[in-house]
C-alpha cells in the first residue's frame, strides 16, 4: 500500500489482482448483479488507489477495503431506490451470472435434475440474502464468506461487537426460517 | 449449562468463539438434549447451506479494466437533485422569518417611543393642568391606539 501511495501501477496491479475475487463476490451477493458488482468493483478498486494516502496501516488492509466496498454497496442501494432502473441483464435472466457473461466457479452437478435443484438453491439463497435488510446482510456475507471477525466488521460496519452479534442472530433466525426444507 | 444458554450461545459455537471446555459441555448437550440439538440442527443447517452459494469468477480482463480506469477523470456528484429546491425554500424561509422578526421588533421599538411621547404629554398637560390633554392622551393610551 506505501508503493500504491506512491501512485505505483504495478503495486496497484497487484492489490487488483489478490483482492478482486473478494471484492467482486461481496458486491455480487448484496447487489444480486454479476455485471453490476463487476463495475462496482472496479470503481471500488479506483477509490482505494484515490484514497491510498489516507490508509493507515495500523488497520488491517481487508478491513479498510470492504469498509469502502461497504459504503460503495449503499450508495447503489441508495442509487438504485432513487432510479429503480434494472440493468437489461437482469431483467432478463435475474440474478443468472451466466447471462451476464460471468464465469461461475465449477458446478459439479452432472444431470438435469441435479443441476435443476442447484439452480433453484442458488437462486433461493441469493434471494434470502437480498432481503436481509442492509447491516444484517453485510454482516452475513463479511463472516459467512470472507470469514471475517466479529470486530472486523464492526469496524467495518463502524459499530460495536455487541451490535454485531445481534445482526448475525438476527439474520441467522431469519434464514433458520426461509431455508427450511433446503438443509 | 441449561437449554437456555445452550441456545444463547449458537452464534459463538458457529463462529467458534467458545473455548475448549465451554466448546465440550456445549456438544454434550447438543448430544443429550433432543429439542436443543433439533434448534442447533435448523439453526448450523441454514447457516451451512449459506456456503453452497457459488461465488463467481472475475472476467479475464477485469484487471486491465480497472487499471485503464485510473486514467479517467474523478466524477464529482452533484448534489441529489432533490436537495436543491429544498435548500432554496429553507433559505427563503430563513430570509422571511428574520425579516418578521426584524419587523416585529422595530414595530414594537416604535410603539414603544409612541408611548414614551404620549407620556411624554401626559406629564406635560397635568403639569399644565390641561384635562383634556390628558383625557386624550389617556384616551390614545387605552382606546383607539393599543399599545
Known amino acids: ?183 | 449449562m441449561n437449554c437456555r444458554s445452550i441456545q444463547a450461545g449458537f452464534d459463538e459455537r458457529l463462529d467458534n468463539r467458545l473455548n475448549a471446555t465451554q466448546q465440550q459441555e456445549f456438544d454434550t448437550h447438543i448430544a443429550t438434549c433432543a429439542k436443543c440439538r433439533r434448534e442447533w440442527e435448523a439453526y448450523a443447517g441454514a447457516w451451512q447451506t449459506l456456503a453452497r452459494h457459488e461465488a463467481i469468477e472475475p472476467s479475464f480482463s477485469f484487471v486491465q479494466r480497472s487499471l485503464r480506469r485510473l486514467n479517467e477523470p474523478e466524477v464529482v456528484t452533484a448534489p441529489a437533485r432533490w436537495r436543491l429546491p429544498v435548500l432554496r425554500w429553507a433559505l427563503l424561509a430563513t430570509v422571511v422569518v428574520a425579516v418578521g422578526l426584524g419587523g416585529w421588533d422595530g414595530w414594537r421599538h416604535y410603539q414603544g417611543l409612541k408611548r414614551a411621547q404620549i407620556y411624554a404629554s401626559v406629564q406635560d398637560a397635568t403639569l399644565l393642568g390641561d384635562d383634556f390633554d390628558v383625557i386624550a392622551s389617556l384616551d390614545q393610551l387605552e382606546g383607539g391606539n393599543k399599545l
Open chain 1, 1 to 183: 500500500m506505501q508503493r500504491v501511495r506512491d501512485g505505483n501501477e504495478d503495486a496497484f496491479r497487484e492489490v487488483v489482482e489478490r483482492h478482486q475475487r473478494a471484492v467482486i463476490n461481496v458486491i455480487y451477493r448484496s447487489l444480486g448483479d454479476a455485471w453490476e458488482a463487476e463495475d462496482l468493483a472496479q470503481r471500488v478498486f479506483v477509490q482505494v488507489y484515490r484514497s491510498a494516502a489516507r490508509y493507515r496501516p495500523t488497520a488491517k488492509f481487508t478491513t479498510w477495503l470492504f469498509t469502502i466496498v461497504h459504503n460503495a454497496i449503499l450508495n447503489e442501494h441508495r442509487r438504485r431506490a432513487r432510479h429503480a432502473a434494472e440493468s437489461l441483464e437482469a431483467l432478463a435472466e435475474p440474478g443468472n451470472p451466466e447471462a451476464a457473461g460471468v464465469q461461475l466457479a465449477d458446478s459439479t452437478a452432472a444431470d438435469p435434475a441435479q443441476e435443476a435443484a442447484h439452480r433453484e438453491l442458488q437462486e433461493r439463497i441469493r434471494e434470502m440474502i437480498g432481503r436481509l435488510p442492509d447491516p444484517q446482510r453485510t454482516a452475513v456475507i463479511l463472516c459467512r464468506y470472507e470469514g471475517l471477525s466479529y470486530e472486523e466488521i464492526a469496524q467495518v460496519l463502524r459499530c460495536s461487537v455487541s451490535a454485531v452479534k445481534s445482526l448475525l442472530h438476527r439474520a441467522r433466525q431469519t434464514l433458520k426460517d426461509e431455508l427450511r426444507g433446503y438443509y
